[in-house]
């Protein structure tokens, strides 16, 4: 059974950071494209970043300079850091783990960005 268990969501001020974790099991994440997804009320959901396989990485345009990706494979799990919050980055971030048609999901965790 494949799971994706996401953590490190919460309240946080403008300016700040925080770093979310998706620790996989049933898979090895470092044979997936493992991407960041967020859903904001109202709004569909939309790729944030995201690490392949081979390590590269990709970002949104909306995180580009403030968000990074990375991936520890001894763990597992994969990261996301993010910098200098601003409050549109409030969301429902999910964790997602792509390979050919397969594709998983985790249950997500949310950050608000707030003063």
């Known amino acids: 059974q494949v799971q994706l268990v996401e953590s490190g969501g919460g309240l946080v001020q403008p300016g700040g950071s925080l770093r979310l974790s998706c620790a996989a099991s049933?898979?090895?994440?470092?044979?997936?494209?493992m991407n960041w997804y967020r859903q904001a009320p109202g709004k569909q959901r939309e790729l944030v970043a995201g690490i392949t396989s081979g390590g590269g990485t990709k970002d949104g345009d909306s995180v580009k300079g403030r968000f990074t990706t990375s991936r520890d494979n001894a763990k597992n799990t994969v990261y996301l850091q993010m910098n200098n919050l601003k409050p549109e980055d409030t969301a429902v971030y999910y964790c997602?783990?792509?390979?050919?048609?397969?594709?998983?999901w985790g249950q997500g965790t949310q950050v608000t960005v707030s003063s």
């Open positions: 997602n783990a792509a390979y050919f048609n397969n594709n998983f």
């Open positions: 049933g898979i090895i994440s470092s044979t997936y494209t």
